[in-house]
């Protein structure tokens, strides 16, 4: 009897299990559960934090332009490849296939994380708490952390490393689409932030794998000789 009673126990653990690492190749179930760890509960509905941030995000509504709306469209995006008019025009798909397989494991490893946390933390986007938020994107789901916040600089620290002499501009990029959210209406400065603070911790465990890292180091041979080809 106890072994029917354990059974549909452990086949649920094993369930959820096998869904925090859908998507994640190299990050462990403690490496996730230890990088969201490191966030700590966003501010509350009511607080004067989040009122602060909701007056950030009407000023920024106030003030964004039409070229604002259109790059905050490309922005969301998400691809390693918002990063090639930095790098070049040889940094594309088509030619790096193992630099393209690289990069859909970052993102997998920040999906990994950041799915999770959405529905621990669950907090609504800015737009639903306050009407007075208008969105230039359609978003739903929960806010805190920010995906596109993760995404976007898990990449630029990535890219970073593969290529140091280009490491300001693609951390500001990085930077730049979290916080085209917050410009988009959709996320709140702490959403974005939050998951900016998550992919430095994903990109540190990611660099200490050294599976990870040989395959980093394949992807950087590869762009390298498709640079000097001038492709």
């Known amino acids: 009897m106890r072994k029917c009673r354990l059974f549909p126990v452990l086949t649920v653990l094993f369930a959820l299990s096998a869904v925090v690492r859908a998507d994640a190749k190299h990050l462990t179930p403690d490496d996730i559960t230890a990088t969201i760890a490191v966030l700590s509960a966003p501010p509350a509905d009511g607080s004067p934090e989040q009122q602060a941030e909701i007056q ?26 918002l ?15 193992l630099t393209d397989q690289l990069m859909s494991e970052v993102a997998g490893e920040g999906k990994a994380v950041v799915i999770p946390a959405k529905k621990q933390f669950r907090r609504n986007r800015p ?4 009407s007075r938020i208008t969105p230039t994107l359609k978003e739903s789901g929960f806010g805190y952390p920010s995906g596109h916040g ?26 730049q689409i979290g916080e085209d ?20 911790e994903i990109v540190k465990r990611l660099l200490a794998n050294p599976d990870f890292h040989a395959e980093m180091e394949k992807a950087i041979e590869e762009c390298h000789a498709d640079a000097q080809a001038g492709k």
């Open 83 to 97: 990063f090639t008019d930095i790098l070049g025009e040889w940094f594309n798909k088509k030619d790096l296939p």
């Open 127 to 130: 737009f639903v708490t306050d």
């Open 181 to 200: 959210r917050e410009i988009a209406g959709v996320h709140y400065p702490s959403d974005v932030a939050a998951g900016q603070k998550i992919a430095a």
């Open 150 to 175: 993760t995404g976007g600089m898990t990449y630029a620290l990535v890219l970073a490393e593969m290529f140091p002499e280009h490491k300001d501009a693609l951390i500001a990029r990085g930077k």
């Open 56 to 81: 950030t995000l009407l000023d920024f509504q106030a003030k964004r332009t039409p070229e604002d709306v259109a790059r905050v469209e490309k922005n969301s995006h998400l691809s390693p490849y």
